[in-house]
């Protein structure tokens, strides 16, 4: 089986790269399925269903998100629904969405790191629950590790190492080097990076990041513009098994 997962999407240049170059990259990988986080894509922050419908239609099949989960409530009903649209797994109990789904013969889950981030529930034992209550449907399962600190994502990759296929990071915008198969199987890369402006601040516009950090004021992000990074990573797995027999970077530009 061949998973490719894309990179945070961030805003409308995130969605037209994904149109533009993901039906290419199908063609081109043959991948099996198609994970992608969209949690920033609408205007940076926030999914809508409009955002998350485009990437359907670009060929995505599931959606993952984050801590910006349900930064727009018109959302949220279809968090709740059926749809191929996950949030974090380990929110506390009462929250709207799902925090995994099945397609294509996979357990596609979504976990939110706590170093740095909001408060949540363990995601170590959140992730440990749900391989012990669903575990036995599939052996191929990917996470989505929504993290800031590489610490953590890296603990979960070996915690996790050889319980699942693949430990994919997200959340930092910031494609990392040290994608590899950990010793007894499992997938793994820090952050798979975003797609967005390349000439941006992790997507945004560089002068609105920097009077934040210059004045310690609040001031509005906007969606950077010009060519866009397409960062993704083909993690290639052995269905019977579930373990991984591969992983490498797949990154491309898009004026």
Same mark, same amino acid.
Not at 147 to 162: H, P, Q, V
């Given at each position: 089986?061949?998973?490719?997962?894309?990179? +945070?999407?961030?805003?409308?240049?995130?969605? %037209? *790269?994904?149109?533009?170059?993901?039906?290419?990259?199908?063609?081109?990988? *043959?991948?099996?399925? #198609?994970?992608?986080?969209?949690?920033?894509?609408?205007?940076?922050?926030?999914?809508?269903?409009?955002? &998350?419908? =485009?990437?359907?239609?670009?060929?995505? +099949?599931?959606?993952?998100?984050?801590?910006?989960?349900?930064?727009?409530?018109?959302? !949220?009903?279809?968090?709740?629904?059926?749809?191929?649209?996950? $949030?974090?797994?380990?929110?506390?109990?009462?929250?709207?969405?799902?925090?995994?789904?099945?397609? %294509?013969?996979?357990?596609?889950?979504?976990?939110?790191?706590?170093?740095?981030?909001?408060?949540? /529930?363990?995601?170590?034992?959140?992730?440990?629950?749900?391989?012990? =209550?669903?575990?036995?449907?599939?052996? !191929?399962?990917?996470?989505?590790?929504?993290?800031?600190?590489?610490?953590?994502?890296?603990?979960? @990759?070996?915690?996790?190492?050889?319980?699942?296929?693949?430990?994919?990071?997200?959340?930092?915008?910031?494609?990392?080097? /040290?994608?590899?198969?950990?010793?007894?199987?499992?997938?793994?890369?820090?952050?798979?990076?975003?797609?967005?402006?390349?000439?941006?601040?992790?997507?945004? #516009?560089?002068? +609105?990041?920097?009077? $934040?950090?210059?004045?310690?004021?609040?001031?509005?992000?906007?969606?950077?513009? @010009?060519? &866009?990074?397409?960062?993704?990573?083909?993690? =290639?797995?052995?269905?019977?098994?579930?373990?991984?027999?591969?992983?490498? $970077?797949?990154?491309? =530009?898009?004026?």
């Amino acid at each position: 089986m061949r998973v490719l997962m894309v990179g +945070d999407v961030v805003g409308q240049p995130g969605r %037209k *790269a994904v149109r533009k170059l993901l039906p290419k990259l199908k063609q081109e990988l *043959a991948p099996d399925l #198609v994970i992608a986080n969209g949690e920033n894509s609408a205007n940076g922050l926030g999914m809508t269903p409009e955002t &998350v419908q =485009e990437l359907y239609d670009s060929g995505v +099949d599931v959606i993952t998100s984050g801590n910006h989960a349900w930064d727009k409530r018109e959302i !949220v009903p279809y968090l709740e629904s059926e749809l191929p649209l996950i $949030r974090p797994l380990n929110y506390p109990p009462g929250v709207p969405g799902h925090g995994y789904t099945f397609c %294509k013969g996979a357990l596609i889950v979504n976990v939110l790191g706590r170093v740095f981030l909001p408060s949540v /529930d363990d995601p170590f034992r959140a992730l440990n629950n749900l391989l012990d =209550e669903e575990g036995h449907r599939t052996k !191929v399962v990917i996470v989505d590790a929504h993290t800031e600190a590489t610490s953590e994502i890296g603990a979960l @990759g070996w915690y996790f190492d050889g319980r699942v296929s693949a430990i994919l990071g997200t959340h930092t915008h910031v494609a990392t080097a /040290d994608a590899r198969v950990l010793p007894k199987g499992t997938a793994f890369v820090s952050d798979v990076g975003m797609v967005g402006p390349r000439g941006s601040i992790i997507g945004n #516009v560089p002068e +609105d990041v920097l009077k $934040r950090f210059a004045t310690q004021l609040y001031s509005p992000l906007g969606v950077a513009d @010009g060519p &866009v990074t397409f960062s993704s990573v083909l993690v =290639e797995i052995e269905a019977r098994t579930g373990k991984a027999k591969s992983i490498q $970077r797949v990154d491309r =530009e898009v004026a």
